[in-house]
């Protein structure tokens, strides 16, 4: 059971280049998220999805956008890196959110926009 | 003020100390308390849920002050693997989507 899996571990992009962060989880999980965590801040909510073709805004959408066209994949896409989007990115999901569920992490990328 | 609050740290304690850390939440309608554990480098995972009257799994025990809006996590007989960093997270609910707030986290570091 694999889980919740991110691609790439790993990136080192420069400023203006694009590049999609893929999640991917085999839980059958409905809600899936995707957070950016800074040095000694915590995890902030990028975007959210609650189901497939569904998606909304977190508290830092910027600069990214998403898109959920099945219920296990939903990747991240960076248009126009720039440097504030240097961090380490984790994707997450739960089976619901009525009582609140636990949330699986994927094992996180760590993005470098220089 | 901050939505949850936490003291970085670290807490520098012994192998066998029991240690405690306090998180304060700003959201007095929140419903849902947790707290992660989190590896260096490594993706956040549930350490344990806190409930009202407060819960135990074996050498943790969580505590919710709901008056005065803050979560404990005690750690009894400090092994060298608790070295980690501990994440309080609290619910909000934001235009109808049950959102985690995660704190900045509580490093721990275990010593021989």
């Known amino acids: 059971n694999a889980g919740v899996t991110q691609t790439p571990k790993f990136r080192i992009l420069k400023i203006g280049q694009s590049m999609t962060l893929q999640c991917a989880q085999d839980?059958?999980?409905?809600?899936m998220y995707w957070y950016r965590q800074d040095p000694g801040m915590g995890l902030k909510l990028i975007y959210y999805?609650?189901?497939?073709?569904?998606?909304d805004k977190g508290e830092v959408p910027n600069g990214y956008n998403v898109s959920r066209s099945t219920t296990e994949d939903f990747p991240l896409r960076l248009e126009l890196a720039a440097p504030s989007q240097t961090s380490v990115y984790f994707c997450?999901?739960?089976?619901?959110?009525?009582?609140?569920?636990?949330?699986?992490f994927g094992s996180g990328t760590q993005l470098s926009v220089l | 003020r901050k939505e949850v609050e936490q003291d970085p740290g670290p807490f520098n304690v012994p192998e066998g100390a029991t240690v405690a850390f306090n998180c304060t939440y700003s959201n007095s309608a929140s419903q849902s308390f947790f707290w992660y554990r989190q590896d260096c480098r490594k993706e956040p995972k549930l350490l344990m849920s806190v409930y009202s009257s407060g819960n135990e799994d074996g050498r943790f025990t969580a505590q919710l002050n709901r008056a005065s809006q803050y979560i404990s996590l005690l750690i009894r007989d400090s092994k060298l693997s608790d070295s980690a960093t501990y994440l309080c997270?609290?619910?909000?609910?934001?235009?109808?989507?049950?959102?985690?707030?995660f704190g900045t986290g509580t490093r721990l570091l275990v010593s021989p």
């Open positions: 999805s609650v189901g497939a073709g569904i998606t």
């Open positions: 997450a999901s739960s089976p619901g959110q009525g009582r609140f569920k636990k949330l699986f």
């Open positions: 839980m059958n999980h409905n809600y």
């Open positions: 997270v609290v619910n909000a609910r934001e235009a109808g989507f049950q959102k985690l707030v």
